[in-house]
């Protein structure tokens, strides 16, 4: 995986008249998300760049508001064209979607990629049953009869392990639990066999064994169909169980990325720092107290100066580093990429000294 906060060139550099031919299956290059609004604009996603490949899995971490959910919305082109600002480009397989027709990405959505909604009681329409919803979905993409449609519903939601599928397919939403409706909608996007499956927050507001078996859903499906999977989460946990890569969002931008044996044995971020000093461990003696970030995320209509970081990292405000003033790149490694003033030595040794021993 490559990541970026500036226009990225995967394979042949484009020559004058033709356009890039991307390696990766996913190739997302200085995507930008803004809405306009009345007391300015709210630069939700600003420059964000990564590549995915088929049978691997991304994993979108960052607190509310940092820009995740709206990245996978601008992917699926599920944003009001009208009143949203997006540019940038994303590669889905080498056809590129911002610029396409809305009705080239509409056929596009749902049979090349989908998406798992974070609440499925409200993703899923109340009036219709779970089943007419799949059936639906199926028969968008293909000419086949209700019938038809329904025994694939059916066998679905077997798949996903929901139980006696032919009786509770004729269920509605609210009479589902929780996990179940979480299952009904991950059987909901596979219904066509999507290529790239992003999942936002699927694990959200479910108990812990619930989350297990999602989590184990996702895989044995990922395995199956040998997916994209891009999962979006603010919970460490579930990144740490499923993702082979990992990109780190602030602010709308990226601050971090790298595999996920990177991100958590040797993170060079303080913001990355901050996420896993503020995660509960249950393979260590318990602390007093879990380590908050201080402060709060920043305005994305009024972003501070330089590192947007800056004003909450204890870090900052070293001699000769300008994090109050200048925007750092996310400087690439050889399988690590982070966007901080600090020299990579500096910072290297804060982990190592002060950081490491305390999480």
């Keep these: 995986m490559a990541t970026t906060n500036s226009p990225t060139t995967t394979g042949p550099l484009a020559q004058p008249g033709r356009l890039p031919q991307p390696s990766a299956f996913l190739d997302v290059r200085d995507l930008r998300v803004h809405f306009p609004t009345d007391d300015g604009v709210v630069k939700a996603v600003d420059g964000v760049s990564f590549t995915l490949e088929r049978g691997r899995t991304l994993g979108i971490v960052g607190e509310s508001g940092s820009g995740k959910s709206v990245t996978s919305l601008g992917i699926l082109g599920l944003h009001r064209r009208g009143h949203t600002r997006i540019s940038g480009e994303v590669w889905l ?58 025994r694939r519903a059916v066998d679905l939601l077997g798949r996903v392990g929901i139980p006696q599928p032919a009786r509770r397919v004729d269920d509605h939403p609210h009479q589902f639990s929780g996990g179940m409706r979480q299952r009904a909608m991950i059987a909901m996007a596979l ?25 184990d859903l996702i895989r044995d499906l990922q395995d199956e169909y040998r997916s994209a999977v891009l999962i979006i989460t603010h919970d460490l946990g579930v990144v740490a169980e499923l993702a ?39 393979d260590r003696a318990a602390r007093d107290r879990l380590v908050p970030i201080k402060g709060s995320p920043p305005s994305l209509i009024n972003l501070p100066t330089g590192c947007a970081f800056h004003p909450r990292c204890p870090h900052q405000g070293r001699d000769g580093i300008p994090c109050r003033t200048e925007v750092p790149d996310l400087a690439q490694g050889s399988d690590h990429g982070v966007a901080c003033h600090l020299p990579p030595t500096e910072r290297r040794r804060t982990f190592a000294e002060d950081i490491a021993p305390a999480l």
Aim: charged content about 25%.
């Design 93 to 150: 397989d080498g056809e590129e979607l911002v610029s396409a027709p809305p009705e080239r990405v509409r056929r596009l959505r749902g049979r090349k990629m989908a998406m798992i909604f974070q609440d499925p009681l409200t993703a899923m329409h109340p009036y219709f049953t779970v089943g007419a919803q799949i059936v639906e979905a199926y028969r968008v993409h293909h000419r086949v009869s209700r019938a038809v449609a329904r």
């Design 191 to 215: 219904a066509n066999d999507p290529d790239l499956l992003i999942a936002d927050e699927p694990t959200t507001a479910l108990d812990v064994t619930v989350q297990a078996q999602i989590l």
């Design 244 to 282: 082979d890569d990992i990109l780190v969002m602030y602010a709308g931008r990226c601050v971090e990325e790298g595999s996920a044996q990177t991100l958590f044995r040797r993170p060079e971020h303080p913001y990355t720092w901050g996420l896993l000093g503020s995660m509960p461990r249950v």
